[in-house]
């Protein structure tokens, strides 16, 4: 059972604000009854908005552009999070961060409120690889996509999993790891020698961020893009 708004701004893609005045207008049906009031609760099967039935999802997955000063969580005192950028018509109950990018990191970060599916793509067992393009400050040494591929140790003695590290420029790459240790990527090249000064995620598993999408903005994924990231 869930309040007739919600039922309507997700089942139609609409804001709340839009859902509550189609209710009142006498729009919206439960179980073949008219109801006007947006805090009714019901199941989402038995909703109509002008007669069209709600087709209401168990759970979303919503693919975002990362910005830079933005922050990897749900909620902050005082900071703009991922979760702040998610227009009110994709937004519910329990959404979160399916992995982090640090604060100063662009690009791929995957939204949802299902747990499962996040536990599955960022488990180190699962071996589902993240993407992204890099910039440094130096030339990238010819021996490095040996050293990546190896598995880098970092100064704090932790042995890193086997990399790829494809350089596109002198001091350029795009980079796929298997795992998500803090900093990861910035600290797998400080132990080379380089600094990282920008870092953005292309793809998550098999499904690369849309270029249509700006930064700051975000769209739902279809459940045949969502299968992609788990290639």
């Not at 970092?154 to 240790?181: H, W």
């Amino acid at each position: 059972m869930e309040r007739l708004d919600k039922i309507i701004s997700h089942a139609f893609g609409m804001s709340r604000t839009d859902a509550k005045k189609a209710i009142q207008s006498g729009e919206v049906s439960v179980a073949g009854a008219v109801c006007k009031n947006a805090a009714q609760k019901a199941e989402p099967s038995e909703v109509t908005l002008g007669g069209q039935a709600a087709l209401y999802k168990e759970h979303i997955y919503i693919m975002l552009n990362k910005p830079q000063g933005v922050i990897s969580a749900s909620e902050s005192g005082t900071e703009k999070t991922v979760i702040d950028l998610v227009p009110e018509s994709l937004q519910r109950k329990g959404l979160f961060p399916a992995g982090r990018l640090d604060k100063d990191t662009v690009g791929f970060v995957l939204i949802t409120d299902d747990g499962a599916f996040a536990h599955d793509i960022l488990s180190p067992k699962k071996h589902i690889e993240k993407t992204y393009f890099v910039r440094t400050d130096k030339p990238i040494p010819a021996d490095l996509p040996r050293k990546f591929q190896e598995g880098v140790v970092l100064y704090d003695g932790t042995q890193c999993l086997s990399a790829c590290l494809e350089p596109v420029a002198p001091q350029e790459a795009v980079v796929k790891i298997k795992e998500g240790k803090y900093h990861q990527i910035k600290r797998m090249f400080r132990a080379n020698g380089l600094a990282v000064e920008y870092l953005k995620r292309t793809a998550m598993g098999g499904l690369s961020l849309d270029d249509s999408l700006a930064e700051g903005a975000c769209r739902e994924i279809s459940e045949e893009e969502r299968k992609c990231i788990l290639k």
